[in-house]
């Protein structure tokens, strides 16, 4: 929760400290970031800092808020072109160089962090879920999947993936192949009806 004193801000070190702390991040990591740190590359002090922001947490999630830009509109008719759509912009967000960096140590710092655990969830997680909620019910009101759709967990298979591999890159790139395998592990999931099929029937 971003601290509010009432006072007017100045914007132009709204955007100082979001970008330096967006720049140490992707050069130093995570870990190695402060707000002493931050707070000097911005040209500010740290208190100008902490009446932004309570922790450098909340300032690395604001700046990443603040580049990475989802679309939400999932309309096309046609339920795998949607879901192809929103997990082309799923791996940019993954592979943006300042997600990679940053990520793995907000996951960490959420779980003993609720208030964070909720803004990732909220800002980052939640526009791409109900997405794909709205995609799920377009295609159920066409008939081509049916009503029982399990909605949470065709989320869970396309971020998934693309989550695990970016806290453990080891595992493998999240690259455009990510996208073609994801998405028909959904379809896969809603038994999606393949055009010139027969139309699935809600209960």
């Known amino acids: 929760m971003m601290v509010n004193t009432g006072r007017p801000r100045d914007s132009t070190i709204d955007d100082a400290i979001l970008d330096e702390a967006a720049k140490m991040?992707?050069?130093n990591g995570y870990g190695a970031t402060t707000i002493d740190a931050v707070a000097r590359a911005a040209g500010t002090t740290?208190?100008?800092?902490?009446r932004r922001y309570a922790s450098l947490a909340q300032v690395v999630s604001a700046a990443m808020s603040s580049r990475i830009?989802?679309?939400?509109?999932?309309?096309?008719?046609?339920?795998p072109t949607d879901l192809q759509v929103?997990?082309?912009?799923?791996?940019?967000?993954?592979?943006?160089?300042?997600?990679?960096?940053?990520?793995?140590?907000?996951?960490?710092?959420s779980s003993r962090n609720e208030t964070l655990r909720i803004r990732l969830l909220d800002d980052f997680m939640g526009p791409r879920r109900s997405a794909v909620r709205r995609a799920l019910e377009q295609a159920t009101a066409r008939g081509d999947?049916?009503?029982?759709?399990?909605?949470?967990?065709?989320?869970?298979?396309?971020?998934?993936?693309l989550l695990l591999r970016t806290l453990m890159p080891s595992l493998g790139p999240v690259d455009d192949a990510m996208v073609a395998v994801t998405v028909a592990s959904a379809l896969d999931a809603v038994r999606f009806r393949a055009a010139g099929a027969t139309r699935l029937e809600n209960p």
């Open 145 to 161: 999947i049916a009503g029982d759709t399990d909605a949470d967990l065709v989320c869970d298979l396309l971020t998934g993936p």
């Open 46 to 50: 740290r208190p100008a800092v902490y």
């Open 69 to 79: 830009v989802f679309d939400p509109t999932m309309e096309s008719g046609d339920l």
């Open 86 to 109: 929103l997990q082309t912009q799923q791996v940019a967000f993954f592979t943006d160089p300042l997600v990679v960096k940053a990520m793995p140590g907000l996951i960490e710092e």
């Open 25 to 27: 991040v992707v050069e």
